[in-house]
């Protein structure tokens, strides 16, 4: 089964930055929409931002403005660009793919970000 790998998490003070990524080692990455979730402690799992295969996106009215979503094909890799962070952004991130089913890869680990005021 694959599964991604997120990393680049870790603690920041509110209105710092982080950049995520994450890799999937499968050729099916370059064609499946690829999303970040996050999850916090006693929260369900949230969609923040997603990015389809021909570069599309969509993000949470909650990181409008403020996250940054990409991708590059070459690399198998999904990036979070996370900018003027606030201590509602701390959570777990993990990515995923999808193509128009649900998830299709088993889920990774996640990245923890923590954002302290």
């Known amino acids: 089964q694959v599964q991604p790998v997120e990393s680049g998490g870790g603690l920041v003070q509110v209105g710092g930055s982080l950049r995520l990524s994450c890799t999937v080692s499968?050729?099916?990455?370059?064609?499946?929409?690829m999303n970040w979730f996050r999850q916090a402690p006693g929260k369900q799992r949230e969609l923040v931002a997603g990015?389809?295969?021909?570069?599309?996106?969509n993000y949470a009215d909650s990181v409008k403005g403020r996250f940054t979503i990409s991708r590059d094909n070459d690399k198998n890799t999904l990036y979070l660009q996370m900018n003027s962070l606030k201590p509602e952004d701390t959570a777990v991130y993990y990515c995923n793919g999808d193509r128009g089913l649900g998830p299709i890869y088993t889920w990774g680990q996640g990245t923890q970000v923590t954002v302290s005021s």
């Open positions: 990015i389809t295969s021909n570069g599309i996106i």
């Open positions: 499968r050729w099916t990455f370059s064609i499946s929409a």
